[in-house]
């Protein structure tokens, strides 16, 4: 008799359409708190490598896609997207707006308030629940949709979020320039110690081998035994144009045959010389050796130059702002609640509660005409 009476035509309306139906009527138009929507459009662009753009130029290059001015940063925009709902952010704003007494205000809405005494995890899921980023990869822009229950509250918030936001870009952009001084540092300083190791080497080659410069000796060298052999061909003419004319035993013959002997002597000399140092050991091998030397304090020379314009770049991009934060759209103040949609939920809670009392009805009756 109850099941009957249970499944009757007024229960089964009373329970599955007027009382759910009431009950979001009553929701709708007198317990559901305004939510109010403050809506702002920003991009993170790397200024790095463009000239001095105007912050209008940049929201325009903005809007197209990037052209011109400074260009998007993705990656960056991502970092941004995900800090702006992280725990930290939500520490930051709870501090300078208190957000847990705000969202703890309607007390009289238990669906869309913060509960009084939620763990910071929960209040974390809440969070993001009120501040939505959504992130447009083709242009680079950023849409962030704040919830409040105030009006002037709500913007001040979406102002917040943007200012800890850049705070964010510029914080992280220091610290990849303090981290590139600081290496660029350690190069340079590990350059010049190369570099002076080097020198020094060259210092005490020279000392040991007695030689300032091998190149330019064996140059000189070269050079000396190149002017005696064209003396001793020119020696060796004379004496034979001599010998057509002369007798063996006269006086020219003889000082033409002892300046010959004298430059032949002088040439080995000099040959003797290009082949073996002071030291022993060859001058060609001694000069490819010094060769090597230079090589190497030239490249640890260059090397030390190019971290010193490492240094200065890294030192100017902790000064300046190599990212900026373009803000497209600014956020205002709302003058009309935009949540809840009151009229489409509670159609919405009307065509449902009418599909499932007409679904259950048919389903009894059908019931009904299998046992009868």
């Known amino acids: 008799m109850k099941l009957k009476t249970f499944t009757s035509g007024k229960a089964l309306f009373v329970l599955l359409f007027a009382a759910p139906v009431l009950a979001a009527a009553v929701y709708y138009g007198a317990v559901a708190a305004d939510r109010y929507v403050s809506q702002s459009v920003v991009s993170v662009r790397d200024t790095s490598s463009s000239g001095n753009v105007s912050s209008a130029a940049g929201a325009v290059a903005a809007l197209l896609g990037g052209g011109g001015g400074a260009a998007p940063s993705i990656s960056d925009t991502v970092y941004l997207q995900n800090y702006i709902q992280s725990m930290d952010m939500m520490r930051r704003l709870d501090a300078r707006l208190n957000l847990r007494k705000h969202y703890e205000q309607p007390w009289y809405d238990p669906f869309y308030r913060l509960w009084p005494g939620a763990s910071q995890e929960w209040m974390l899921r809440y969070f993001r629940s009120r501040v939505e980023v959504t992130r447009d990869d083709y242009t680079g822009l950023l849409t962030i949709d704040v919830q409040g229950f105030e009006p002037e509250f709500t913007r001040q918030m979406a102002q917040a979020v943007l200012e800890e936001g850049e705070r964010f870009i510029n914080d992280y952009t220091h610290r990849i320039a303090r981290e590139r001084l600081t290496f660029a540092e350690s190069e340079a300083k590990l350059a010049l110690g190369r570099s002076q190791e080097v020198k020094a080497q060259i210092v005490a080659f020279q000392a040991r081998n007695k030689l300032l410069d091998p190149l330019s000796q064996a140059q000189a060298n070269n050079q000396l035994t190149g002017t005696l052999q064209a003396a001793l061909a020119k020696q060796e003419a004379d004496l034979k ?16 045959r002892s300046q010959l002997a004298a430059t032949r002597t002088q040439l080995e000399a000099e040959r003797l010389r290009v082949t073996v140092s002071s030291s022993g050991e060859q001058l060609t091998a001694l000069a490819v050796q010094y060769q ?7 490249f640890h020379d260059e090397a030390y130059r190019a971290a010193l314009i490492g240094i200065e770049a890294a030192r100017a991009d902790t000064l300046r702002k190599v990212r900026t934060l373009v803000v497209v759209d600014p956020p205002v103040k709302p003058e009309s609640a935009v949540y809840p949609a009151r009229l489409y939920d509670f159609l919405t809670v009307l065509a449902l509660c009418g599909m499932l009392f007409s679904i259950v009805r048919l389903v009894i009756a059908t019931i009904r005409e299998h046992q009868d």
Request: glycine share 4%; aromatic share 8%; charged share 15%.
């Open 241 to 256: 144009s001599a010998l057509d004319f002369l007798a063996e035993d006269t006086y020219q013959v003889k000082a033409l």
């Open 292 to 298: 090597g030397l230079l090589a190497q304090a030239t």
